[in-house]
């Protein structure tokens, strides 16, 4: 399968692009840094860098017509800004929305006429974007930015219904990656982003019948 993961040089993203090559797949690692993707690039990957704060995404829509079609599209890239709200600026909501919402929309829309018969788009929420789960304070832009992923991910899910493409959404708890240690210094979460990543890998095997069009909160504790 061709799968693309955007946010793949650290964290959950770097482990789920070695996870999907492993298994022997083609992967798309795209990140801001491409030095941070060197080692993926030597595991195989095919590496891009790209800030999904760029107004066109056509750089990345030109890379994949190389593949022919993706299979596997994991929109993970996420910003977090810690920041009472009192502080927060125009700039910092700019970025936050800009990564963790208008990219996944951006993208998805972009690479529409790319996407395989049967295709899984997976976006990567947070349970501080589920409605009804505890809330933090600072976090007030990044979790309402990905309480609107959750959202966006139900409309699409109704919108190509007739199509056998497939969305869905799983909302992160804690996991052991440097977003968790900006939000929350000294914490030590249970999962670590190795761990998450062979969730995903499971997650994404299953058949779309199985799960589709659903906000799926995935989560020991939060945080």
């Known amino acids: 399968m061709n799968v693309l993961i955007t946010g793949a040089s650290r964290g959950i993203g770097y482990q789920t692009v070695k996870h999907f090559l492993k298994e022997g797949h083609n992967v798309m690692a795209i990140s801001r840094n491409l030095k941070s993707l060197q080692e993926l690039e030597n595991l195989g990957a095919k590496v891009m860098a790209f800030d999904l704060l760029n107004e066109s995404y056509q750089p990345i829509v030109d890379q994949i017509k190389a593949l022919s079609s993706v299979d596997i599209l994991i929109n993970n890239a996420g910003l977090l800004v810690n920041k009472a709200f009192s502080e927060l600026s125009n700039q910092d909501l700019k970025r936050v929305y800009g990564v963790n919402v ?4 951006k993208l998805t829309r972009d690479l529409l006429p790319y996407f395989s018969k049967h295709a899984h788009i997976i976006n990567i929420s947070s349970v501080g974007g589920v409605q009804g789960s505890v809330k933090f304070a600072g976090l007030s832009a990044y979790s309402s930015s990905k309480g609107a992923v959750s959202i966006l991910t139900e ?6 219904k007739e199509t056998s493409v ?11 990656t440097e977003m968790l240690e900006e939000a929350f210094p000294g914490y030590q979460a249970p999962i670590s982003p190795k761990e998450m990543a062979n969730y995903f890998l499971n997650f994404i095997s299953q058949k779309p019948s199985v799960y589709k069009g659903k906000v799926i909160p995935v989560s020991v504790n939060t945080p």
């Open 166 to 176: 497939n969305f869905n959404c799983l909302c992160l708890g804690s996991v052991q």
């Open 102 to 105: 208008f990219s996944i929309i």
């Open 155 to 160: 409309c699409l899910a109704e919108e190509f």
